[in-house]
């Protein structure tokens, strides 16, 4: 069963960059047909798509925040790492990344990131 993980900074500053990782267990990243997503839920707000990169190291990004956003992995270390740049108070969310394989959404617990001078 995979297993996944957040961990980053809970605190940023406006105009920083956002830097988190996904550690992921119980199954490798570059898994044929794997789909590793980023997406997180500001407070008192539905959740929101950030962006993708799959198993063979393609990205795609939700068109409100490609300005902003990369995702990388590493693949020896089997994690994939979201950045987030010229952050704002609307960063401020809660942040899950999930595995999106064999058409089921499994997610990490998520981490609170707030974005506050």
């Known amino acids: 069963q995979v297993q996944l993980q957040e961990s980053g900074p809970g605190l940023v500053k406006p105009s920083q960059t956002l830097s988190l990782t996904c550690t992921v267990s119980?199954?490798?990243?570059?898994?044929?047909?794997?789909?590793w997503r980023w997406i997180r839920q500001p407070p008192g707000k539905g959740l929101e798509w950030i962006g993708y990169i799959n198993y063979e190291g393609d990205t795609n990004y939700s068109p409100s925040l490609k300005s902003r956003t990369s995702i990388s992995w590493d693949t020896s270390k089997n994690q994939f790492i979201l950045q987030l740049t010229s952050v704002t108070f609307e960063d401020t969310a809660v942040y899950y990344c999930a595995r999106d394989f064999d058409w089921k959404l499994e997610w990490g617990r998520g981490t609170q990131v707030t974005v506050s001078s």
């Open positions: 119980g199954a490798s990243i570059t898994k044929y047909g794997s789909y």
